[in-house]
């Protein structure tokens, strides 16, 4: 990859322009004009089996392009045996710390061979090429050993993330007909056990498609053990060294599956490929981190959601890099605890979320004081927009004013990061609160409704316009809702559902979500999938679920609940269905406030007014409601509001 880039690097730079952002868009440039040869070379940092033919062929059906069609590779290669056959081998992979203090520390070597022997494990159980192994567990080693065995045989992993409860697991499972499901006995979340494997218990009694329950010990809890369903993982596992054949894969082949929420009750199966994902992991975090060797990588988010996989697992691994898994709650057992494992392990690059700054905001800056936090050079941002204030104070405080921060936009269905700035590459002049520019690949635009280009200070939908390699290549067992979801609205040019503002820098400015998503505590969470959720209780007649805005959490659902005959508004109900919401979605989805109405605002043809509703929590006037669904007057929706403020007055 050096190399191109440096060829790149030293063409001529035209006048007048930054000369860092003249080196970006020069390496764009070429990205986009001759992709073939641009990604090979980046590829070629990787190992692969085979390289016939093409490494992009257009494709006529969306997402428009094959990347690595007849190419061979293996992610669990590429991410482990690569490093133990040269100096990699004894250099740590993961320093490992509980919420309790214990530490573990797992070396390339000592990780190819867990990976290895649960490969083994699993290969015994029955486990082959293009099966569903779902996994569900805390954040200890094992989730991205279990992750990597399972792409070592070809299988197929879908991670749910552990905080989700039995109903959404069980959905989970059903949408993807896993045979397998990877848990423990329990896990730890501020000295609070959980019981893991009861959860999966209650998942299991909705599901068909499980054979079997491979369980791991972590919290010495007593759990329920069916015979001929679940075996201990201990009992299983190899005392010797087995060495398990990678599966040789094509590049399209799905490396795994991660459900998000789109704009339906149903979450959506994110299907990735191998080829493409695993050059875009490697990729992104090689230009945006500028990592290399001597970097101590610290991503908190929880496996479970895709900056995990992307940024905890694959990217970090595949560069040979040391990282850092901490299992428990940033602020747990006191706000300095991330303050303390940056201290103790000299961590050089650190990368989180908005509403991790917030929280660790409100605790104020004694506890940042307290920690040497010297040894940072690179700051990152995922999940929501940063706004500049938040910016600043990540910037004073965490980064000491010294260290770039990289607010890096990007998706579940994208891979890995789209825009943001690249240090790795070139640092552009930053601007707080502006994601900058898009990676070399990513052909990011800013639309109108009719699709036509918005002009600079003009808002309007990020799309991307041309395939990458990071895309993913369909949502699992359901391709016409990926067609219809991500290449309908502008035929042949990917939606990604955000607004967004470019400036006469060409810089983008992220606006948040267009579409019913919320994004809570930075998890990503459909207004839908909470209305089915409140609908399948027996009270519930109709639901509508809004997004408010909060200062820590960016958004929080609030739900306006119409009952069924029989049902009285009262404290209990109340409570009764928050808890009920705890229990089906899980604990990151309970409702800020529930309003129990009459009716709900509709329109004529009986679409929710949700405009209203958010004027409504939002404590504004119907004046400052700048759109109205398309079918309502100014006056009805006027009258709605008036009617609905008076319900709840
Ligand atoms: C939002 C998370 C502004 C956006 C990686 C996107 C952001 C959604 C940023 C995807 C950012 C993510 N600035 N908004 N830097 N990063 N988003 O699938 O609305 O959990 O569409 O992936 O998060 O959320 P997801």
């Not at 730890?188 to 893991?196: K, M, P």
């Not at 027996?538 to 005959?565: H, T, W, Y």
Request: glycine share 8%.
């Amino acid at each position: 990859m050096e190399e191109i880039i440096e060829e790149i690097k030293a063409l001529p730079l035209s006048k007048n322009i930054h000369p860092d952002v003249n080196i970006l868009k020069s390496i764009y440039r070429k990205s986009l004009e001759d992709s073939e040869s641009f990604w090979r070379k980046i590829a070629e940092d990787l190992f692969w089996y085979e390289k016939n033919g093409p490494v992009y062929e257009p494709k006529e059906t969306p997402p428009y392009a094959y990347w690595f069609k007849q190419w061979k590779t293996n992610l669990s290669y590429n991410a482990l045996d690569r490093h133990i056959e040269n100096w990699r081998k004894n250099k740590v992979a993961y320093y490992w710390e509980s919420e309790s203090g214990e530490r573990r520390t797992l070396t390339y070597y000592d990780l190819c061979k867990e990976v290895n022997r649960f490969a083994y494990v699993l290969k015994n159980l029955g486990i082959k090429k293009g099966d569903r192994v779902t996994i569900y567990m805390p954040m200890i080693p094992e989730l991205p050993i279990a992750m990597l065995a399972t792409v070592r045989l070809g299988a197929i992993h879908s991670v749910v993330f552990s905080g989700f409860a039995a109903h959404a697991l069980a959905d989970r499972i059903n949408d993807c007909q896993s045979k397998i499901v990877i848990t423990t006995d329990g896990a730890f979340r501020r000295g609070r056990l959980i019981d893991t494997k009861g959860i999966v218990d209650d998942a299991l009694n909705h599901t068909k498609s499980i054979e079997k329950v491979l369980v791991i010990k972590r919290a010495g809890n007593d759990v329920n053990i069916m015979e001929d369903r679940d075996y201990w993982y201990h009992e299983l596992v190899p005392s010797t060294n087995p060495y398990i054949e990678p599966e040789r894969v094509e590049g399209i082949h799905p490396s795994f599956i991660l459900y998000t929420s789109g704009t339906t009750g149903k979450p959506k199966g994110i299907t990735h490929g191998t080829g493409g994902y695993m050059v875009w992991a490697y990729f992104t975090l090689k230009t945006v981190f500028g990592a290399d060797d001597k970097d101590i990588f610290w991503c908190t988010a929880d496996i479970g959601w895709i900056t995990g996989h992307t940024y905890v697992v694959y990217g970090p691994l595949l560069m040979g890099l040391t990282s850092i898994i901490y299992e428990g709650a940033p602020d747990y057992p006191r706000p300095d605890r991330w303050w303390s494992i940056i201290e103790d392990y000299g961590v050089t690059i650190f990368y989180t979320s908005p509403t991790a700054i917030r929280m660790h905001m409100k605790y104020g800056e004694e506890w940042i004081k307290r920690h040497d936090l010297s040894s940072l050079r690179v700051l990152g941002s995922v999940g929501e927009p940063i706004n500049p204030e938040v910016w600043n104070w990540y910037y004073k405080y965490i980064g000491q004013e010294r260290t770039p921060i990289v607010d890096t936009w990007w998706q579940t269905e994208t891979g890995g990061i789209m825009i943001s700035p690249q240090p790795g590459l070139a640092l552009v002049p930053l601007k707080p609160g502006s994601a900058t520019l898009p990676l070399p690949g990513v052909d990011a635009d800013v639309f109108r409704e009719d699709g036509t280009p918005a002009k600079p200070g003009e808002k309007g939908y990020l799309v991307i316009k041309k395939p990458w390699p990071g895309c993913l290549i369909t949502i699992w067992g359901d391709n016409d809702r990926f067609v219809n979801s991500y290449y309908r609205r502008f035929p042949g040019v990917y939606y990604t559902g955000d607004f967004a503002v470019r400036d006469n820098d060409g810089y983008f400015w992220l606006l948040g979500r267009a579409d019913e998503i919320l994004k809570v505590a930075g998890h990503r969470i459909g207004t839908a999938e909470l209305e089915a959720a409140f609908l399948s209780h027996k009270a519930v007649a109709e639901a509508a679920v809004i997004g408010k805005s909060d200062p820590v959490k960016m958004q929080v659902p609030v739900a306006f609940i119409v009952l069924r005959p029989g049902y009285e508004p009262s404290p209990q109900l109340r409570m009764e269905l928050t808890k009920y919401i705890k229990e089906t979605i899980g604990p990151i989805a309970t409702p800020q406030t529930i309003y129990f109405v009459e009716k709900l605002p509709k329109t004529r043809s009986g679409k929710i007014m949700r405009r209203i509703l958010i004027a409504i929590v939002e404590n504004k006037n119907i004046g400052d409601i700048t759109t109205i669904e398309d079918e309502t007057s100014i006056e009805e929706a006027k009258r709605a509001y008036e009617e609905l403020k008076t319900m709840l007055s």
